[in-house]
């Protein structure tokens, strides 16, 4: 009888936790705001609208609790449309304290996966503000000016800061809903990306956006690694004309990954230009493949404004574009170095890296 009731008692217990798991809570005060609701963005789809749940709000204060989430996602808090606080929501509780007029000094608390995004914020948080606005300085300068050169340089240094942060942190952290992300964003070499892909909690983060967006590509990246020949795949040109990978069999290939609205890719594009035509009469040549979505017409207005005049493709299906995809493009710019035989022999190199390596080669 006392087993019994061991085995009952044990069963409850058991189930009285599973049941306090099954779920998240969000608290919240937020001073100097007197809407009637706020509204709660849960992205649980990288290329798809966020869920949305409208929570009232009294007297700047609101109480919501939701039901279990199958893995962590980057989530955010809309107080207005412009004014949102981003964080990670997970199977747990979770408080904001905030003030509309100053939402930079929002503080966030809960349980272990708000802990790991704290840790992030203060970390690489900043970092990545300041690289994305250096960025969109870089487009308003003359690209050969001293001061776009300083800033451009100094943008380089970040990145690798960055690289340096978002490792540590992924190594750290292998179940936060951030480290995914990490993943995505930073310019990483291949086997560093696979390495600590493979050591990501695979079935905490199976459903996060980011893991699922950059699965593809870690299996698309082991497939077109360095010594693999480049796969045999055709898009449409500009005018409509199926181009292969192939087709420049017997001249150095750079493959160059990019689209009308990434601003680092438009930044990179008078660099590329310059390297171009220095190699372009010594067997080398340029192949762009736009990530642009259903919009010709900006593509082609990129290419021209930029004075891009190697070849280019696309099939129009933004992130969706088949060949980025078998390459395992998950961030632009990316290049690919294809040897006169069809090789892969580098990827994602520097400008400088990619002209030293270019001498090497064609001298």
């Known amino acids: 009888m006392k087993q019994l009731i061991k085995i009952v008692l044990s069963f409850l217990l058991l189930g009285g936790f599973s ?50 989430l199958r893995s962590p996602y980057f989530a955010s808090l ?24 100053d939402l930079k000094s929002t503080k966030l608390s809960g349980g272990k996966q708000i802990e790991q995004y704290n840790q992030y914020r203060q970390t690489l948080g900043a970092l990545e503000t300041e690289i994305r606005e250096n960025y969109t300085k870089l487009r308003s300068l003359d690209k050969e000016s001293a001061a776009a050169v300083v800033l451009k340089e100094k943008n380089n240094a970040l990145n690798k800061k960055s690289e340096v942060l978002a490792t540590k942190f992924i190594e750290q952290h292998p179940g936060s809903g951030v480290s995914p992300f990490l993943l995505w964003s930073n310019r990483l070499d291949m086997a560093t990306e696979v390495k600590l892909y493979s050591s990501l909690d695979s079935n905490l983060l199976a459903d996060n956006s980011f893991f699922k967006f950059i699965t593809p590509s870690m299996v698309g990246q082991r497939n077109t690694a360095v010594g693999k020949m480049v796969p045999a795949m055709k898009q449409a040109d500009t005018l409509g004309n199926l181009v292969s990978l192939r087709d420049f069999k017997g001249k150095y290939l750079l493959i160059d990954f990019w689209a009308s609205w990434c601003v680092p890719c438009r930044a990179a594009n008078p660099g590329m230009v310059k390297l171009y035509n220095h190699y372009k009469s ?12 259903n919009d010709k017409a900006k593509w082609t207005e990129a290419i021209r404004k930029d004075g891009l005049t190697w070849n280019h493709i696309s099939d129009l299906k933004g992130w969706d574009n088949e060949i980025s995809r078998a390459f395992g493009v998950s961030s632009i710019p990316a290049t690919v170095l294809v040897d006169p035989n069809g090789v892969i022999i580098a990827r994602n190199l520097s400008e400088q890296e990619l002209e030293t390596l270019l001498e090497e080669k064609l001298k």
């Open 19 to 68: 049941a306090m798991a099954q779920e998240f809570t969000l608290h919240g005060n937020i001073k100097n705001f007197s809407g009637p609701s706020v509204q709660l963005n849960i992205t649980k789809d990288h290329m798809g609208a966020p869920e949305a749940i409208t929570i009232p709000v009294q007297k700047g204060k609101f109480s919501y609790k939701g039901k279990a």
């Open 78 to 101: 809309a107080i207005e449309p412009q004014k949102q606080i981003q964080f990670v929501l997970y199977n747990e509780s979770v408080s904001i304290e905030a003030d509309a007029n």
């Open 282 to 293: 010594k067997n080398f040549t340029v192949l762009g493949i736009s990530l642009d979505k």
